[in-house]
């Protein structure tokens, strides 16, 4: 198990999740080499990043979204089937006071999301096996068991301070995971992900040599580093169908949507199973569960059936 202890929190900022810092020599020199790697993704898309295309009609999502939002009571679920259940338009039909948005930028409706039915889980689990793991072409994977929505509606209150640019190995995670983020809406502008290549990520970090709580200060107070970071940061065109994989070094962050429309996606990471097997090191979040990064906890304990590389 690592040691990784927690950078303090800054007062000052509206916003300052606390970033790892691995200090027992073994782990450090394990998660440096990972960090330096060309990982398996890199290998086939170098910019860090692919989008795969599935057929929305036999993935119905949006459906069990509307579903599940229904039954925690927070709309009228005819009053979206009448509106072709476009769920970007969730903001006209969900109470102010369920869009509101935490410190971890989830909103009520997020939060009514985290119990998804049985039904949605087994179609993520035929959206990994069938489309995500065969195209990725990593072999057999653990997938997160439960994935995590976002629900950012329009000018919603409560967005916690200047955008957060990070990649999720500052708060813990693998750097052999893979990044998995579906759309549910058509995402743009600000009601997107917004995403840097690989090596544009890479240049921007490496003058912290992996200080993470200095680089996520600066994220939020130094105005050079702030423009540098939005403008290798471009939100993704994607939509419904369109699943878009990247590796965890990747720089990204959750805009706040100053759109018209509801933004409404899930994300999630698969782990390789071959890079878990020959790796030493095991993670851990710095979140309020502090989830164990490893099969049978945070992952799947069984994998995928993608073929093995």
């Known amino acids: 198990m690592s040691n990784a202890t927690l950078a303090a929190s800054r007062p000052d900022l509206t916003y300052t999740p606390d970033y790892v810092h691995y200090t027992e020599p073994g782990f450090a020199a394990e998660f440096r080499a990972d960090l330096a790697r060309t990982s398996p993704l890199q290998q086939r898309w170098p910019t860090g990043r692919t989008v795969l295309r599935y057929d929305a009609r036999a993935f119905d999502f949006r459906r069990i979204v509307g579903d599940t939002l229904a039954a925690a009571g927070l709309l009228d679920r005819r009053a979206l089937t009448a ?53 990725l072409g990593l072999g057999p994977v653990h997938f ?3 994935p995590t929505f976002r629900v950012f509606f329009p000018r919603a209150p409560g967005y916690p301070g200047a955008t957060s640019f990070h990649t ?56 050079g580093l702030i423009a540098r970071c939005e403008r290798i940061c471009r939100p993704l065109e994607v939509g419904v169908g369109d699943v878009v994989v990247f590796d965890p070094r990747c720089l990204h962050a959750g805009p706040a949507n100053r759109t018209d429309l509801t933004r409404v996606t899930f994300d999630a990471r698969v782990l390789p199973a071959a890079d878990f097997r020959g790796q030493q090191n095991r993670y851990r979040g710095l979140g309020r569960r502090r989830a164990s990064f490893v099969p049978g906890e945070y992952f799947s304990a069984e994998t995928t059936t993608g073929p093995t590389p």
């Open 83 to 135: 509106r072709g259940d476009r769920l970007e338009i969730l903001h006209e039909l969900i109470a102010p006071e369920h869009q509101q948005m935490d410190v971890s930028q989830q909103s009520g409706a997020a939060r009514a999301l985290y119990e998804m039915p049985a039904a949605f889980h087994a179609l993520y689990r035929r959206l990994l096996d069938e489309v995500v793991g065969p195209r």
């Open 144 to 146: 997160q068991l439960v």
């Open 168 to 223: 999720d190995l500052m708060i813990g995670h693998n750097p052999r995971e893979v990044n998995v983020f579906v759309p549910l809406v058509q995402c743009e502008a600000t009601r997107s992900l917004l995403l840097a290549d690989l090596d544009e990520s890479l240049d921007l970090l490496r003058p912290y040599d992996h200080d993470f709580a200095r680089f996520g200060r600066d994220t939020q107070q130094d105005p």
